[in-house]
């Protein structure tokens, strides 16, 4: 039988298929040892840490985070972790968010030293965040501050009105649909608002005033919304001190017995599995493009297999 021609580009790919098969059988068989180890030692993973001092990153939006809060919860069990430090670059985030992170933070302290480094910014649910920590840092130019509240809503029925366009709202009651852009806020709608946000408004200086160990009026007098600056925060009494992450580790080895030569690790918010599994995959779609493979050409060295 004469034997079939190839062309040749289909013979390149064919050795560079053989080539690759020791690759894809050692990332079978990582994939399967990743399973076993995601499996049978789920309770036993970070068992084998060594002591070091955790990093919580806060930075962009804060929100409502379950993961985030589950990890501080797991931490405060951790022996390994022998304080956190939180550094926080955030500008603000929702009520909700900025409660949840500080209460969870709250607890870790009654476990080990929590203390928060403020970056470029640490305002609103940001410096509600940094509230919860034992000491403060700042740099000289950080901007922080804005306590209080804002809720934000736009009044568009001029506007609908010269376009002839008209909103209808079925409610249960007069207050459902306040705010509500297609008409304006009423009277009674803008009391009701105004009660919410003034008792968000005062669980927020409650932090502050617990925290800072500061008297509730001068709390008050800072907390109209202003930012300030590091510098400005210090003499206010809202930061402890100017430095960073260094003056940090300095004072949690005097002050608490954590040594500075302790390893730093972040907190990861994925499981050990789940970033394992993400590198795998990662590197397998490297290895694609780095072999140059296409999925037309694997099938047609398919059907030329040995």
Do not use: C
């Amino acid at each position: 039988m004469q034997a079939m021609a190839l062309e040749p580009d289909l013979l390149i790919d064919r050795r560079r298929l053989k080539r690759s098969r020791a690759l894809w059988r050692s990332l079978a068989l990582l994939l399967v040892l990743g399973g076993a180890l995601a499996w049978f030692g789920r309770g036993a993973i970070g068992s084998f840490e060594r002591p070091h001092v955790a990093r919580l990153p806060v930075e962009g939006f804060i929100g409502d985070d379950r993961k985030l809060i589950e990890a501080l919860d797991r931490l405060a069990k951790d022996k390994q972790a022998r304080a956190l430090i939180v550094a926080i670059d955030s500008p603000g985030g929702s009520v909700g968010g900025g409660e949840a992170l500080h209460h969870a933070l709250l607890r870790l302290r009654e476990s080990k030293p929590v203390v928060a480094v403020m970056r470029g910014t640490a305002a609103s649910a940001g410096y509600m965040t940094a509230v919860a920590a034992e000491r403060i840092w700042a740099r000289d130019s950080t901007v922080t501050g804005s306590i209080g509240v804002l809720l934000q809503s736009i009044d568009a029925s001029e506007l609908l009105e010269k376009l002839g366009v008209k909103g209808e709202a079925i409610v249960s009651g007069p207050l459902k649909a306040q705010p509500n852009p297609f008409q304006p806020l009423t009277p009674e709608g803008r009391a009701a608002l105004q009660s919410v946000i003034t008792d968000m408004y005062d669980q927020f200086v409650a932090m502050v005033v617990a925290g800072r160990k500061l008297p509730e009026d001068k709390v008050r007098a800072l907390a109209d919304g202003r930012v300030f600056t590091g510098r400005q925060a210090l003499a206010n009494g809202l930061v402890d001190a100017i430095g960073g992450e260094r003056e940090a580790r300095a004072w949690l080895e005097a002050e608490k017995q954590v040594p500075e030569s302790l390893p730093v690790r972040d907190i990861k918010l994925r499981s050990t599995a789940e970033r394992w599994l993400g590198s795998l995959w990662q590197g397998v779609l490297e290895s694609l493009v780095m072999e140059g493979l296409r999925v037309d050409r694997v099938l047609a060295l398919w059907q030329l297999r040995p």
